[in-house]
């Protein structure tokens, strides 16, 4: 089990414009040949080979461990909670100071969603709780970053997109200087993309 930041980030450093949108930073996702179903969406994507082989290996699937999934408010609001379907199906903490909306869609069985009130160092002890020895993967740049900063990060990745967006959302800011970043421990090529994982070592 591992904690995990992903995002796809331009070479300068961002992984959404100031109003929260990606742009080409996921066109990735569709410019191959390899079809790579996303669980639960009725979506496929078209990637490479590489970049296919590298998703299958990284991302959580209904198939798979059930893992976690710890985001900020802002991003469940973005996204509207997946529609009631988080990534993977996995149980989801959303870290927010507002009450739960009233109006969720539900999923079948129950919305696997958790409202925590309490910071993200709470998300990730609950998530890790019930992740099952799935990896808990973090989504929405602050709460990398407070995890990252707060020791709570086994690994970074990032799928380097070669533009410039010029301005917009970080994936680090204020960070820590004295946090050690190991690797990378892995390089994948694919179309317009590089993947990239990295592993934090946090102090004992």
Known sequence: MAVITSFSTSLDG??????GHVGPLFDWYQNGDV?????????T???????????????????????????GRGVFDYTR??????PGGSPTFV?????????F????????????????ESAIRQATSVARGGDV??????????AINAGLVDEIRIDLVPIFLGTGIPYFADMDPDIAIEGPVEVVQGNRVTHL?????NPA
């Open 95 to 103: 870290v927010t100071h507002r009450p739960a909306p009233e109006n």
């Open 137 to 146: 993967g973090l989504t929405g740049a602050s709460i990398a970053q407070q």
């Open 45 to 71: 994507f078209h990637m490479t080979p590489a970049s296919a082989e590298y998703w299958r290996q990284t991302m959580p699937t209904e198939e798979g461990a059930p893992g976690a999934l710890v985001c």
């Open 81 to 86: 909670g997946w529609g009631g379907n988080p």
């Open 14 to 19: 961002f992984i959404a414009d100031p109003d």
């Open 105 to 120: 869609p539900p999923t079948p069985g129950g919305p696997p969603y958790t409202f925590v009130h309490d910071g993200v």
């Open 35 to 43: 079809e790579v179903p996303l669980p639960g969406y009725g979506l």
């Open 197 to 201: 994982r990295y592993r934090v070592r």
